[in-house]
């Protein structure tokens, strides 16, 4: 018997549209980041990568572009931003130029440990800041460990705040790291990271600050001669999608992304922190000279850095503010 055209046609059609969407399109994910292939940020991409590509069964691969192939901080955020690039794992701190809010997260001596850190990105506050992303073209995925940031320099140890006074040191371009230096006397110079270390090199910068795996992996050691435990900010770096890629996604895949940036982040955390212990013995291996701040003089840092803080809370969404202290009372007790 003859199956007429037109019924033979509207059957391939319903088969076709039954099918799942996933099981049709294969997905490249360029995922640029700032970090060296031997860091912590990198391990936390590659395991992403292997849940995605297994919860995806092989339609969703991610391609890792380290060491700021795809441009600084900046650049990749304006590249997610334009749906050029889909995602990156920038420090937090780079997104306070599109919500200042974020600024929060780099408040000095806020958190004391990690269990602190990570209930504070973890919880009400972390989730209120990512909801102001997708309006700036912006989704976000969670935290990443970046680490303690700690202060290298080629002059002296710092072991107290009058040792910051007149050292040139790189800071993030970010206005709460810049006056909180200023604060302590020091001379803070904005950088993007790709340039640093040929400008310590040159002996343009004193020095820099950022947690300890990092200044092993770019081999700071070589050109700094001194490492102090300021323990003065605790980083985070943001797992971000771009909105025009994510908009594209059905969501089932949507769920996958989701799943795989949950699952991967307690594996990026501990390998991150890991790195952080051994690290410090490595960079004093390399002949860097180490050294601790007294809880005494890390509270003689706080108390000079306070008065930055409240003015630029002053600034900030006051709704924000106010979530922000409840949660660092929270997480304190």
Known sequence: ?????????????SLLFALPTSAQQERVIRFGHLNNADHPVSFGVKRFGEILATKSGGKMKVMEFPASQLGNEMQ???????????????????????????????????????AQADALLDGPLGQALIAKLPEKGLVALGYWDLGFRNVTNSKRAITKPEDFDGLKLRVIPNPVFLDTFKAFKANPVPMPFAELYGALEAKAVDGQENPFAVILSNKFYEVQKYVSATNHVYAANIVLVSKKFWDQLTPAE?????????????????????????????????????????????????QIAKPVIDRFAATYDPAIVKLYNDELARIRK
Request: glycine residues 8%.
């Open 1 to 13: 018997m003859r199956i007429p055209a037109r019924i033979a046609l509207a059957a391939g059609l």
């Open 254 to 302: 949507q769920k996958m992304m989701n799943e795989a940036a949950n699952e991967s982040r307690g594996y990026q955390r501990q390998v991150s922190r890991a790195a952080a212990q051994k690290a410090v013995g490595e960079l004093q291996a390399k002949g860097l000279q180490y050294n601790e701040v007294s809880p005494a003089e890390q509270t003689r840092m706080q």
């Open 76 to 114: 990749q955020q304006s590249a997610l931003q334009g749906g050029v690039q889909q995602m990156s794992a920038p420090a937090t701190t780079s997104l306070a130029g599109i919500v200042k809010e974020f600024g929060l997260v780099d408040f000095p001596f806020s958190v004391a440990n990690y």
